[in-house]
């Protein structure tokens, strides 16, 4: 069962030319959406490719060697935290 629609309150104003307009109005009726779901589509997709390309970093090999090194290091143990977690959890009462 799929979860129930959102509903719509919001407002987005777009100026556009008289090509654009004409373009996307054919790919609406040509795909058989309503204007607005064809819009609310193409929007979502395209924010959420936006979004994604965001997590994913593309190194050169020099870049990522040294990144390699830095992260394949031992760290230095720091007794203080060592200390913290030896420590048994306090108990919920």
């Known amino acids: 069962m799929s979860a ?4 719509r309150h919001e407002r987005l104003h ?3 030319s ?3 307009d004409a373009l996307i109005r054919a790919a609406a009726q040509a ?3 309503s204007l607005t779901e064809f ?3 193409a929007a979502r997709a395209s924010a959420a490719h936006t979004l994604a390309e965001r997590d994913h970093v593309v190194l ?14 031992r760290g230095k143990r720091n007794a203080r935290v060592a200390d913290l977690f030896a420590r048994p959890a306090p108990s919920k009462d």
Do not use: F
Not at 4 to 7: D, G, H, M, N, R
């Open 14 to 16: 777009v100026r556009l």
């Open 31 to 33: 795909a058989n959406l």
């Open 39 to 41: 819009v609310l589509r």
């Open 60 to 73: 050169d090999s020099e870049t990522w060697d040294r990144l390699d090194a830095r992260v394949g290091r």
């Open 4 to 7: 129930p629609a959102e509903t």
């Open 18 to 20: 008289a090509t654009d």
